[in-house]
């Protein structure tokens, strides 16, 4: 009797407490119910009427905890409109595109989500997010929109347009005035002048190095950024991948050249946080970012910095690509309330809340004209850096599914492996290349 | 609860992307073929039985001296254990940034620190021979307390009447441990010995903070791979085959445990 | 003998020979964890701009990292959060664990073995290979972005390992003194109250403490299966501290600073469990 009353109290104490064995499988049919009644706010707000109230599940990444402009413009919207946005910001940037992945997969998918470039690719392939052309046309800040903004955001057809532009960058090169003039070195239009320039610059007595490459998570943005402007591209015209070339591979050698006498001590692994306080400690004289650093620097000694767009194959602007990454809001294909959903991503890409995401923490160049033009912005150096690289021909990643791969998996073994001389510097670009067009 | 775990062997067997469940296809072993043609996985493998081993041999030591150290009557002894025991209980997250900004070569402490004392600034994570190396130092320091804690509850259990024998026969410390004390611990310490090699196999938000693998693979372990493939590549029954694969060698290690307690088992 | 008596004489024995190495150990342990937490105090009163020049210690320290800290993000609403849910997943799983680990021990019955090779079964995977099954499991029964649910799953996890521990520690307790028991009229439950509870205390102590660490630290379910700021956790609310073109550091540092104080006082606390058994000295004679 004791025996059984122990296999009992043993087998329920590990399968009770190891939560309920419920076993569903994730199937498709669990990914059409939206996840909206398990995460929607508790009762609204107190303003708001108690019944009828259309609520819809935001997904958004913040870079600044302590920014509160995108909880406004919600508040804002809902008295406009009268739908309530739960917006679910408490996912870092890094943890994002996996949480996402995790949540469509088990049908709890938010009715709208913020994205980036990298993102794009793999969920246009999957149908996951909700064609919008028919919405945008008889959307009326359609005509604000900068014509150039929709090719970020269109899938590989170059038709369907999949998410709302929101927020654009532009890549381009920070360097230090002090240590350009200490050393007498002037900034490098193009890519062989950079190189020269990197070298100028080092003087590891003084703990000083040139360039400080960004060889660990996420460089691979800084580093298309410099072929591009070296005259590679991403697709050709007819929108096959044609990453590969001769213009790519000498720019490639290029940058790589510069590692590692003329790069800090362990570039290699940098990400954004090494290069930027290296940047900010004066150990590197020139990095490329784009307009998310400008704040910080401005906190600190903008003085000191300088801005110059990204030296290129030829020295001339108007005769190079310039790269940018577009964070941009997409519906959910499996959202029940795609017109609520609607109304709140075109609403974060009108006037208003452009110029307030444009003034918050980091600092974003607008999508819309009438922000873009804004007097406000003529005195900052950064944005006006912006703004002179995107009026010449600008791309970006393609929202392509290889995108994701080749960012996330695929660049960062290659680079490294290319900077120890484990592999060559070709091997990167046709792995970049390969991975773009298969998608593995 | 076990069903996750049978469907991530299911999921091995099959072509799986996340985002569209409705075209996931049986591929039988294919996805193992897929694994055992590709180079990195090798790479990751030896990785990974270095990461192992080698984090789990140093943590086993320096927690049992530490045990040893921590069971004596010491002054302050509440306040000293519970300040050993801050690395376990502190996010790995937070460990990983605080090590990185310790061994950041151009503006970390440490470099800063070896250059006083007349040693020259070391590489640490970014060079491919010392990053494994560095991020399983990183680990030990965050594993100890788990097993000074483990082993400090299992010294409770050895009966001062035996010391006390031992210390009469006159025995050294090093005898009345090994003859002694071990034996009466070794249940405690082989269990957690097992899981905590387990746990660190399977244990990757260090590498994947710090280096994310590298440089160029030195530091990829088989969990970190399969992540990457799932998440990144998007091709989750890869993964999953990666990871199974892993799950499979550890299942030797439980074997192996199970039989050596069915031996010494006096039931 | 007493209990008393015996805890005094282990402790004399190293004591009176090798008082100065032991001291020499200790402090040196103590430099060696400490070390890298009071480098991150520095930082945390070292303003931001100052972050990449400082030497050894700021020149214009500033506490003021605390106090934006609790007002300016939910950290603290985080912190609580994670309290409720690690003495939750703590109670949950000591208490299936004493009770599993105590069967398993004592009682000899059908499937033991595959019970005890089962619970290690779901801990041989990476965690983030499980996550979706589990997503559906939680999403089914109702529980996702809720404390309840993350404090089963925590405790899924935490189980196996506190099951075997506990287990390991009833089978070091001689079966005569239960027996003894029986004789002198105890009852199944008073010898499990009065014999086997004092007796596993060392382990139920060590058990309860991996159960509240684990829970403390675990990052990727509460990332997961967790959304409003009523639910979230203080590693998910560190992680927020690293954006994508933005690292706040004097946030991270003083969150770390701020998170490990419960964790500091709960142990010096939970410690005085890890002392020997019967202290009621209930098995005198």
């Given at each position: 009797?004791?025996?059984?009353m122990?296999?009992i109290?043993?087998?329920?104490a590990?399968?009770?407490a190891?939560?309920?064995s419920?076993?569903?499988t994730?199937?498709?049919?669990?990914?059409?119910?939206?996840?909206?009644?398990?995460?929607?706010?508790?009762?609204?707000?107190?303003?708001?009427?108690?019944?009828?109230?259309?609520?819809?599940?935001?997904?958004?990444?913040?870079?600044?905890v302590?920014?509160?402009?995108?909880?406004t413009l919600?508040?804002?919207f809902?008295?406009?409109?009268?739908?309530h946005?739960?917006?679910?910001s408490?996912?870092a940037?890094?943890?994002?595109?996996?949480?996402l992945?995790?949540?469509?997969?088990?049908?709890?998918a938010p009715?709208?989500?913020?994205l980036n470039?990298?993102?794009?690719?793999?969920?246009i392939?999957?149908?996951?997010?909700e064609?919008?052309?028919?919405?945008?046309?008889?959307?009326?800040?359609?005509?604000?929109?900068?014509?150039?903004?929709w090719s970020?955001?269109?899938?590989?057809?170059?038709?369907?347009i999949?998410?709302?532009p929101?927020k654009f960058?532009?890549?381009?090169m920070?360097?230090?005035?002090?240590?350009?003039?200490?050393?007498?070195?002037?900034v490098?239009?193009?890519?062989?002048?950079?190189?020269a320039?990197?070298?100028?610059?080092?003087?590891?007595?003084?703990?000083?190095?040139?360039?400080?490459?960004?060889?660990?998570?996420?460089?691979?943005?800084q580093?298309a950024?410099?072929?591009v402007?070296?005259g590679?591209?991403?697709l050709?015209?007819?929108?096959?991948?044609?990453?590969?070339?001769?213009?790519?591979?000498?720019?490639?050698?290029?940058?790589?050249?510069?590692?590692p006498d003329y790069?800090n001590?362990?570039?290699?692994?940098?990400?954004?946080?090494?290069?930027?306080?290296?940047?900010e400690?004066?150990?590197a004289?020139?990095?490329i970012?784009?307009?998310g650093?400008?704040?910080t620097?401005?906190?600190?000694?903008?003085?000191?910095?300088?801005?110059a767009?990204?030296?290129?194959?030829?020295?001339?602007?108007t005769k190079?690509?310039?790269?940018?990454?577009?964070?941009?809001?997409?519906?959910?294909?499996?959202?029940?309330?795609?017109?609520?959903?609607?109304k709140?991503?075109?609403?974060?890409?009108?006037?208003?809340?452009?110029?307030a995401?444009?003034?918050?923490?980091?600092?974003?160049?607008?999508?819309?004209?009438?922000?873009?033009?804004?007097?406000?912005?003529?005195?900052?150096?950064?944005?006006?850096?912006?703004?002179?690289?995107?009026?010449?021909?600008v791309t970006?990643?393609?929202?392509?599914?290889?995108?994701?791969?080749?960012?996330q998996?695929?660049?960062q073994?290659l680079?490294?492996?290319a900077?120890?001389?484990k592999n060559?510097?070709d091997?990167?670009i046709?792995?970049?290349?390969?991975?773009l067009s298969?998608?593995? | 609860m076990?069903?996750?775990a049978?469907?991530?062997?299911?999921?091995?067997?099959?072509?799986?992307?996340?985002?569209n469940?409705?075209?996931?296809?049986?591929?039988?072993?294919d996805?193992?073929?897929?694994m055992?043609a590709?180079?990195?996985?090798?790479?990751?493998?030896v990785?990974?039985l270095?990461?192992?081993?080698?984090?789990?041999?140093?943590q086993l030591?320096?927690?049992?001296?530490g045990?040893?150290?921590?069971?004596q009557?010491i002054?302050?002894?509440?306040?000293?254990?519970?300040?050993?025991l801050?690395?376990?209980?502190?996010?790995?997250?937070l460990?990983a940034?605080?090590?990185?900004?310790?061994l950041?070569?151009?503006?970390?402490?440490?470099?800063?620190?070896?250059?006083f004392?007349?040693?020259?600034?070391?590489?640490?994570?970014?060079?491919?021979?010392?990053?494994?190396?560095t991020?399983?130092f990183?680990?030990?320091?965050?594993?100890?307390?788990f097993f000074?804690?483990?082993?400090?509850?299992?010294?409770?259990?050895?009966?001062?009447?035996?010391?006390?024998?031992?210390?009469?026969?006159?025995?050294?410390?090093?005898?009345?441990?090994?003859?002694?004390?071990?034996?009466?611990?070794?249940?405690?310490?082989?269990?957690?010995t097992?899981?905590?090699?387990?746990?660190?196999?399977?244990f990757?938000?260090l590498?994947?903070?710090?280096?994310?693998?590298?440089?160029?693979?030195?530091?990829?372990?088989?969990?970190l791979?399969?992540?990457?493939?799932?998440?990144?590549?998007?091709?989750?029954?890869l993964?999953?085959?990666?990871?199974?694969?892993?799950?499979?060698?550890?299942?030797?290690?439980?074997?192996?445990?199970m039989?050596q307690?069915?031996?010494?088992?006096?039931? | 003998m007493?209990?008393?008596?015996?805890?005094?004489?282990?402790?004399?024995?190293?004591?009176?020979?090798?008082i100065?190495?032991?001291?020499?150990?200790?402090?040196?342990w103590?430099?060696?964890?400490l070390?890298?937490?009071?480098?991150?105090?520095?930082?945390s009163?070292t303003?931001?701009?100052?972050?990449?020049?400082?030497?050894?210690?700021?020149?214009?320290?500033t506490?003021?990292a605390f106090?934006?800290l609790?007002?300016?993000?939910?950290?603290?609403?985080?912190?609580?959060?994670?309290?409720?849910?690690?003495?939750?997943?703590?109670?949950?799983?000591?208490a299936?664990?004493?009770?599993?680990?105590?069967?398993?021990?004592?009682?000899?019955?059908?499937?033991?073995?595959?019970?005890?090779a089962?619970?290690l079964?779901?801990?041989?995977?990476?965690?983030i290979?499980?996550?979706?099954?589990?997503y559906?499991?939680?999403?089914?029964?109702?529980?996702?972005?809720?404390?309840?649910?993350?404090?089963?799953?925590?405790?899924a996890f935490?189980?196996?390992?506190?099951?075997?521990?506990?287990?390991?520690?009833?089978?070091q307790?001689?079966?005569?003194?239960?027996?003894?028991?029986?004789v002198?009229g105890?009852?199944?439950w008073?010898?499990?109250?009065?014999?086997?509870?004092?007796?596993?205390?060392?382990?139920?102590?060590?058990?309860?403490?991996?159960?509240?660490?684990?829970?403390?630290n675990?990052?990727?379910?509460?990332?997961?299966?967790?959304?409003s700021?009523?639910?979230?956790t203080?590693?998910?609310?560190?992680s927020?501290?690293?954006?994508?073109?933005?690292?706040?550091?004097?946030?991270?540092?003083?969150?770390?600073?701020?998170?490990?104080?419960?964790i500091?006082?709960?142990?010096?606390?939970?410690?005085?469990g890890l002392?020997?058994?019967?202290?009621s000295?209930?098995?005198?004679?």
């Amino acid at each position: 009797m004791l025996r059984r009353m122990a296999t009992i109290a043993t087998v329920v104490a590990l399968v009770v407490a190891g939560c309920s064995s419920a076993s569903t499988t994730p199937s498709p049919t669990t990914n059409a119910a939206s996840g909206a009644p398990q995460t929607a706010a508790p009762t609204a707000t107190p303003t708001a009427a108690p019944a009828k109230v259309t609520s819809i599940n935001y997904w958004y990444w913040q870079d600044d905890v302590t920014d509160t402009t995108i909880q406004t413009l919600a508040n804002q919207f809902e008295q406009l409109y009268g739908i309530h946005v739960n917006i679910q910001s408490s996912i870092a940037q890094p943890n994002f595109y996996q949480s996402l992945v995790n949540a469509i997969a088990a049908g709890n998918a938010p009715d709208a989500t913020h994205l980036n470039t990298n993102m794009f690719g793999q969920l246009i392939q999957a149908k996951v997010l909700e064609p919008l052309n028919t919405q945008i046309d008889a959307w009326s800040g359609k005509a604000d929109v900068i014509p150039s903004m929709w090719s970020f955001v269109k899938g590989p057809d170059g038709q369907t347009i999949y998410a709302m532009p929101n927020k654009f960058l532009m890549f381009y090169m920070y360097y230090r005035i002090d240590l350009f003039q200490k050393y007498g070195v002037t900034v490098p239009k193009t890519q062989e002048e950079f190189v020269a320039a990197a070298k100028a610059l080092t003087h590891p007595s003084d703990k000083v190095y040139g360039f400080d490459i960004r060889g660990g998570a996420n460089g691979q943005d800084q580093w298309a950024a410099f072929l591009v402007a070296g005259g590679a591209q991403f697709l050709d015209s007819t929108g096959k991948v044609a990453f590969s070339s001769a213009a790519a591979k000498t720019s490639n050698n290029l940058y790589i050249s510069t590692y590692p006498d003329y790069t800090n001590p362990g570039a290699i692994n940098d990400g954004y946080a090494q290069i930027t306080s290296n940047f900010e400690a004066g150990t590197a004289a020139m990095i490329i970012n784009h307009l998310g650093l400008a704040k910080t620097l401005d906190k600190w000694d903008s003085a000191k910095t300088g801005v110059a767009l990204i030296p290129s194959a030829t020295g001339d602007p108007t005769k190079t690509t310039y790269m940018g990454t577009m964070n941009a809001n997409a519906v959910l294909a499996a959202s029940t309330k795609k017109e609520a959903a609607f109304k709140w991503i075109s609403f974060l890409a009108e006037t208003q809340a452009q110029l307030a995401i444009t003034k918050s923490t980091n600092g974003y160049l607008p999508v819309v004209t009438s922000v873009a033009n804004d007097p406000q912005f003529a005195s900052n150096k950064y944005m006006q850096i912006s703004i002179q690289a995107a009026a010449n021909s600008v791309t970006a990643w393609p929202p392509i599914p290889g995108t994701t791969v080749a960012t996330q998996k695929t660049w960062q073994p290659l680079f490294q492996g290319a900077l120890t001389g484990k592999n060559s510097a070709d091997a990167v670009i046709d792995g970049v290349g390969n991975t773009l067009s298969t998608g593995k | 609860m076990i069903w996750p775990a049978i469907n991530a062997v299911y999921l091995s067997f099959t072509s799986t992307n996340l985002l569209n469940l409705s075209e996931q296809t049986l591929i039988g072993l294919d996805n193992f073929r897929a694994m055992l043609a590709d180079p990195v996985f090798y790479t990751a493998l030896v990785n990974s039985l270095w990461w192992t081993f080698g984090a789990v041999f140093f943590q086993l030591l320096f927690g049992m001296i530490g045990a040893l150290a921590l069971n004596q009557n010491i002054k302050f002894r509440g306040l000293i254990r519970g300040l050993v025991l801050l690395p376990w209980a502190t996010p790995s997250v937070l460990i990983a940034l605080m090590w990185m900004w310790i061994l950041d070569p151009n503006l970390g402490i440490a470099n800063r620190m070896l250059g006083f004392i007349g040693i020259g600034a070391q590489p640490w994570l970014s060079d491919p021979g010392t990053a494994l190396p560095t991020l399983i130092f990183i680990d030990v320091w965050f594993g100890i307390p788990f097993f000074a804690v483990m082993i400090l509850a299992a010294l409770q259990s050895v009966p001062h009447e035996l010391l006390e024998a031992a210390r009469i026969d006159g025995a050294n410390a090093w005898n009345t441990f090994w003859r002694v004390v071990l034996p009466l611990i070794l249940p405690a310490v082989l269990i957690t010995t097992t899981l905590r090699l387990i746990w660190t196999a399977n244990f990757f938000d260090l590498i994947l903070i710090l280096t994310n693998g590298g440089p160029a693979n030195a530091s990829l372990t088989v969990p970190l791979y399969a992540y990457q493939t799932a998440y990144r590549g998007m091709d989750f029954g890869l993964g999953a085959a990666l990871a199974v694969a892993q799950a499979a060698f550890l299942a030797i290690l439980v074997v192996l445990y199970m039989r050596q307690i069915r031996k010494s088992d006096i039931a | 003998m007493s209990a008393a008596n015996s805890r005094a004489s282990v402790s004399k024995v190293p004591q009176l020979s090798r008082i100065r190495p032991i001291y020499f150990l200790i402090a040196a342990w103590l430099v060696g964890v400490l070390g890298p937490y009071v480098w991150m105090f520095i930082t945390s009163i070292t303003p931001p701009s100052d972050l990449s020049s400082i030497i050894l210690f700021p020149s214009h320290p500033t506490l003021a990292a605390f106090p934006s800290l609790l007002t300016e993000t939910p950290f603290f609403e985080y912190l609580v959060n994670s309290i409720e849910v690690a003495v939750g997943t703590v109670v949950l799983t000591v208490a299936c664990a004493l009770l599993a680990g105590t069967a398993l021990s004592r009682y000899r019955f059908r499937g033991r073995s595959v019970v005890l090779a089962g619970v290690l079964f779901m801990q041989l995977f990476p965690s983030i290979l499980l996550i979706v099954p589990l997503y559906v499991e939680l999403k089914t029964i109702g529980l996702i972005d809720n404390k309840i649910g993350l404090v089963l799953v925590d405790t899924a996890f935490a189980l196996a390992f506190s099951t075997w521990l506990i287990k390991g520690f009833v089978d070091q307790i001689p079966r005569e003194i239960e027996e003894a028991a029986y004789v002198d009229g105890c009852s199944k439950w008073q010898a499990f109250r009065h014999i086997i509870l004092p007796l596993a205390r060392p382990g139920i102590t060590a058990a309860a403490t991996y159960a509240f660490i684990y829970s403390w630290n675990e990052f990727l379910f509460a990332m997961t299966f967790t959304f409003s700021n009523s639910t979230r956790t203080m590693p998910v609310g560190l992680s927020l501290f690293v954006g994508e073109n933005l690292i706040r550091w004097e946030f991270l540092t003083a969150g770390g600073v701020l998170a490990s104080i419960p964790i500091l006082i709960g142990f010096m606390y939970a410690q005085k469990g890890l002392v020997a058994g019967l202290s009621s000295g209930a098995v005198k004679g």
